[in-house]
């Protein structure tokens, strides 16, 4: 409950994430047929970035606010412009945001934020859309009451991005991800995690490749080399059953913007940890 966002908004981290994001949404929007999305961690939607929060730590102008000061690279355009047209570079639109803005007609969007004063704001920015619900409750907990979504729809996202300030948070992944896949089967879950040193994500993705479970994409970006644990040196995005093209789109997206982020040791990857479901 003592996490708040506003102090990371638009860091290399989230433009990372919300890049990858922005991808997976077109790629399931390729066809008509509806889409659900699940955004379990939500944030309060819109953050200010001159406000003494964002100020305090900094972290958005090497971030976004590089990006945007940049040409921006085909791979990125798309998640730019969407950035872009909510304000950008003054502000920043979190997940729930972009999916607002990348809804059909015929799609749906649930939020969940479990603190009260966030929650609040969420529901004063985006709750007025009768496509979108946004619930105060603990995001872990919707993934078994939410799913599968309502009115039967077949084809969605869950995003599962929680703040990491508790033990234990890594495990808790495992079990949300399961969860998700066996509550809704024919949806893509996308997992954010991040990397400071490196035993904790890879004993997470060693578990998940010995897990059984099929169809997982890891796309890793680094800063610098993940040797210091007090420090977030990169991050990741574990995505499960992606669509059709997503190690090179995301391949793509990561060389973009490790090339304007990076600091000389810059790395990014894109990585299959278990193959597709037979016959898939």
Known sequence: MNYRHAYH???????????????LVRALQRKDTPAAFLDTHAGIGRYDLSSD????????????????????????????????????????????????????PQDRLVACELHPEDHAILKRGIGGDPRIAVHHRDGYDAIGALLP?????????????????????????????????????????????????????????????DSGQPDLVAAELLLRPPLDPERLNGCGLLVASPPFGFEQAASGILAAIDSTLGIGAATSQVRRLTPERAGL
Request: with cysteine.
């Open 149 to 209: 979504p309502a009115d039967r729809i077949r084809r969605g996202l869950t995003l599962i991005d929680p703040p990491f300030e508790q033990e234990g948070e890594f495990a808790r992944l495992e079990a949300a991800l399961a969860t998700a896949r066996r509550r809704f089967s024919t949806g893509i879950v996308a997992l954010w995690y991040p990397i400071k040193h490196r035993a904790p994500s890879r004993g997470f993705l060693d578990r998940l490749s």
């Open 9 to 23: 908004a638009g860091n290399f981290a989230d433009c990372m994430k919300h890049a990858l994001l922005v991808w």
């Open 53 to 104: 929060a964002a100020e305090r730590t900094g972290e958005w102008r090497d971030g976004i606010g590089r990006l945007l000061e940049q040409p921006a690279a085909a791979a990125i355009a798309d998640y730019l412009a969407l950035v872009r047209a909510d304000g950008g570079p003054d502000f920043y639109p979190g997940s729930p945001r972009l999916l607002a803005s990348l809804l059909r």
